[in-house]
């Protein structure tokens, strides 16, 4: 088999970028909607007070700007994305992120994930290839993997996607949940879930192969929260 490079065509780069566009334009006016009850609800001032509208307009200007660049990012991100198949190796190469490579004998497992993108693994985690729906000839590609290994279905999340969902789950309870859970002995126990998600966020943000470059220097501000959330669940358990 000769080396082969599958990439995203103009036509579906566009489409995707433009879905993103659809979906920021209906998250803007719910973010806006949020800021204005939390502001109202804190201080008891009625929309129609001219000092309140700064501090609405402000986050909205940020999210703006921030929507704006996670286009343009994604964009870039598309278009450089490309996987190289060759007889007995596969590479993905995008720009702002390492280089990967899996040998044909380095392959643990090829498993369909939902949405229909595949995940070629090896024994190292932080080591695999994902291949995305919607490169050119897609179908071409994933018949010549089947030809390595047998493609599986994932039957389950894996673990730390729960331990992501659990983290989050407690972070909410522990600082904006009912006063019955803040002050409630479990409030200890969120506050350490939490921590340890941020720590587990940036062991995976300093590993893994899908984190761009830029986001593993700046990894380490994850560190911040999870120190705050340690300090919070020691604070409650000696309180």
Not at 191 to 215: N, T, Y
Request: aromatic share 10%; charged share 25%.
């Amino acid at each position: 088999m000769d080396m082969k490079i599958y990439r995203f065509s103009p036509e579906t780069v566009e489409q995707r970028v433009r879905k993103s566009s659809r979906i920021m334009i209906w998250v803007l006016p719910l973010l806006v909607f949020a800021i204005m009850c939390f502001f109202m609800r804190e201080n008891s001032r009625p929309i129609t007070d001219p000092g309140v509208w700064p501090w609405v307009l402000f986050p909205v200007l940020i999210a703006l700007v921030a929507g704006y660049q996670a286009l343009r990012k994604q964009r870039e991100l598309l278009e450089s994305f490309e996987i190289t198949l060759g007889a007995d190796f596969v590479v993905r190469k995008q720009k702002g992120y390492r280089d990967v490579e899996i040998r044909r004998d380095e392959v643990l497992r090829i498993v369909e994930m939902p949405g229909g993108w595949l995940l070629i693994e090896t024994a190292d985690r932080h080591k695999h290839i994902s291949v995305l729906p919607g490169i050119e000839n897609y179908d071409e590609l994933r018949l010549q993997l089947m030809q390595w290994q047998e493609i599986q279905s994932a039957s389950s999340q894996r673990m730390y996607g729960l331990l992501a969902v659990a983290a989050s789950l407690a972070l909410v309870l522990a600082h904006w949940g009912p006063s019955f859970v803040r002050d409630s002995p479990i409030a200890p126990i969120a506050h350490l879930i939490a921590a340890i998600g941020f720590v587990w966020l940036f062991m995976e943000m300093r590993h893994s192969p899908d984190v761009d470059e830029k986001s593993r220097r700046k990894s380490w501000v994850v560190l911040i929260p999870a120190a705050v959330e340690l300090s919070a669940a020691i604070g409650k358990f000696l309180s």
